[in-house]
């Protein structure tokens, strides 16, 4: 039997039947949303919320992170003192500038090589000087803005004027710079407690750290996804022979096995560094990459000093008693650097700046004089 309306049509007393009916009358009271009766200002709205839900998210992720005070004072005395070192380190190589093939000067960049004051042995002690005083005046926390300023603007030309800097960290050393310019370092003291939060301006500029050197790891993963590295058979061409002969003694295999554990920590390194610090694989990300990089740095490899900051990097995501450890120990060397500075003033009195700035230069004039007679 077939029983027919104007708005409910069944087929029959069977199931199907009547869930068709129960459908459609439940559909004309407005019960069940049609799919053809979604009008455009129901999709204007849920797009809306889907772009205030990742607007949301983003805030979350850019500013909602755990930086305190305390943390970014260890991480500034520990930054800048291996900038300072590396600066330091850069002044035996400023006689190289002298002897470029031709006396012209490839620079990283295109168009660099237009600038009026080229690179030349004079320019580049000046500004490697010039480095490593301004790195230990942040280190102290005496710097200002324009002088993080200063000191980002002369590493970068150093580094992006000639390609006879060879070293690859540099680059990351230069964003990592420029980032640090729009840190607030005079807020931050190793005598706050642990637990003072850091102001907002802070978090995104570390953030950001922390995003460059996810770049990083993927893109030195992504390098290293090739047949040769995964065999084994580049490893022994960047590390010492020590290193090569210790890692052979586990098998044939270890060399491979090495290669292709590195890649794989590498691109975990990525996520984990962004985890929230109550999360345990941030902290086993904390030290795996330490261990990496220390191995990285007594291996053989000819990288400078980038093993030592990546490790300083780690401190921002470091665990909570390490800062408090690492804060209670420079808080004592610092003490002590202040009773020496006091007396050899007492001996030398420097009051005046311009002095303290003459002798600095003197002495490092007179070092890269004694290195290059060495035949360093």
């Known amino acids: 039997m077939v029983r027919s309306s104007d708005h409910v049509q069944t087929t029959g007393d069977t199931k199907g039947g009547r869930g068709v009916m129960q459908r459609r009358v439940a559909n004309q009271k407005g019960d069940i949303p049609h799919p053809e009766s979604t009008t455009p200002s129901s999709k204007h709205n849920a797009l809306r919320d889907d772009q205030q839900h990742l607007s949301e998210r983003l805030n979350r992720f850019w500013y909602a992170y755990d930086v305190t005070a305390s943390r970014l004072a260890v991480f500034r005395v520990a930054l800048f ?11 035996s190589r400023a006689y190289n500038y002298a002897h470029a093939p031709g006396g012209y000067h490839l620079p990283h960049i295109m168009g660099m090589d237009l600038l009026p004051w080229g690179p030349s042995p004079t320019t580049m002690l000046t500004c490697w000087l010039l480095q490593f005083f301004l790195a230990l005046r942040q280190a102290c926390g005496l710097g200002s803005s324009s002088e993080m300023i200063v000191f980002a603007s002369t590493k970068a030309y150093t580094v992006l004027v000639s390609q006879i800097d060879n070293y ?25 407690p642990n637990s003072t939060p850091s102001t907002t301006s802070d978090v995104w500029p570390v953030r950001l750290i922390l995003v460059q050197l996810s770049i990083t790891y993927c893109w030195t993963a992504i390098t290293k996804m090739n ?16 290193s090569v002969h210790a890692i052979s003694l586990f098998g044939p295999s270890a060399l491979s096995i090495v290669s ?20 345990l694989l941030r902290s086993v990300a904390f030290v795996a990459g330490v261990m990496m990089h220390c191995i990285m740095g007594s291996s053989g490899l000819r990288i400078g000093r980038f093993s030592e900051l990546m490790v300083v990097l780690y401190l921002l995501i470091a665990p909570s008693f390490v800062i408090t450890l ?39 004039v007179l070092a890269y004089c004694i290195i290059h007679a060495a035949g360093v």
């Open 81 to 91: 003192l291996v900038l300072a070192l590396d600066s330091f380190e850069q002044i």
């Open 168 to 192: 690859q960290h540099h680059y990351l050393t230069v964003l990592l710079l420029i980032i640090c310019c729009f840190i607030s370092w005079h807020n931050t003291s190793l005598r706050q």
């Open 326 to 364: 690492g804060a209670r120990l420079l808080g004592t060397v610092s003490r002590m650097a202040y009773m020496f500075c006091d007396r050899v003033s007492n001996i030398i009195p420097l009051a005046s700046l311009s002095y303290k700035i003459i002798i600095l230069f003197v002495v490092h």
């Open 227 to 242: 047949p040769h590295w995964v065999s084994g058979d580049i490893l022994p061409l960047t590390i010492g022979p020590e």
């Open 260 to 279: 292709i554990s590195t890649t794989a920590l590498e691109l975990l390194l990525c996520v984990a560094i962004h985890l929230p610090s109550q999360s």
